[in-house]
């Protein structure tokens, strides 16, 4: 592993944000960009990925901007720290440069595959977390209604157990599906596979009691029913509970308060 002092991480930083639009130092252990001239935190940084046998590693970025961030562990004055640089790809590529728009494609299509939950479809919880609720936050600082749903699917513990994943996997994929066609358009709402047997839909511009009274309406004139083998159907229910944005006064909050409802359900 590298080491650096002081001064000699500083210059390191300094030379590698000629080359990369991002450069930062991260304590992994605290979770935390630090300040390369005095080792103090700056401010929270993302948790770094398992990086391999030489201390290194990449992951693509999946947020609005597409991109790659590599890892580097090092130790400046004897204490370890991972050495982030992050490069975005130009927007603006020649229209001839085939390669470059393969791999944008490429990367388009992996970016919507990681905010995808693997056995539903809808949206997972790391997109929730990472890119969801700031667009859910700033709707509501603009004043704009914010409100969530929690729906869980009561009978998919006991299907776990007594009838297996597969089972459980269609009674939720029909569960889903009920719900996005409720939800509406990923630009108005989102469904997102919380954990086993729970969701949660977003909205930005509908009320709570107003999107609970659309999915409870939507559940009951929907066949709640899936496939548990080719000669046996089974039937689900969906309980539901909400929590608006002015209720709670902030997104960690406001979905506690909606799961908190949904466990007294």
Not at 57 to 77: K, R
Request: aromatic content about 8%; hydrophobic content about 45%.
């Amino acid at each position: 592993m590298q080491e650096f002092t002081l001064e000699q991480i500083g210059m390191q930083v300094t030379a590698l944000q000629n080359f990369f639009d991002q450069v930062t130092l991260i304590d992994p252990l605290a979770q935390a960009e630090v300040d390369p001239a005095t080792l103090q935190a700056t401010g929270h940084a993302d948790a770094v990925p398992v990086l391999n046998a030489d201390g290194r590693g990449w992951q693509p970025i999946l947020g609005e901007d597409t991109g790659f961030v590599f890892y580097q562990n090092i130790q400046v004055e004897h204490r370890p720290f991972v050495l982030a640089a992050t490069y975005f790809l130009t927007a603006d590529l020649p229209a001839n440069d085939r390669e470059a728009n393969a791999l944008l494609r490429l990367l388009g299509q992996y970016r919507e595959e990681m905010r995808r939950d693997y056995v539903t479809g809808v949206y997972n919880r790391a997109f929730l977390d990472s890119t969801y609720r700031k667009k859910v936050a700033a709707a509501a600082c603009a004043g704009k209604p914010v409100s969530v749903v929690a729906a869980r699917v009561n009978e998919y513990w006991n299907l776990l157990r007594e009838e297996g994943t597969h089972a459980a996997d269609c009674c939720l994929n029909t569960a889903a599906g009920i719900l996005q066609l409720a939800a509406g358009p990923d630009q108005q709402n989102a469904v997102v596979r919380l954990e086993d047997g729970i969701f949660l839909v977003v909205s930005v511009g509908t009320p709570a009691a107003k999107l609970q009274a659309a999915l409870h309406e939507a559940l009951g004139e929907s066949r709640r029913t899936f496939g548990i083998t080719l000669s046996r159907r089974g039937e689900f229910t969906v309980s539901l509970s909400s929590a608006d944005w002015g209720e709670a006064g902030s997104w960690d909050l406001m979905v506690a308060l909606a799961e908190q409802r949904l466990s007294g359900c």
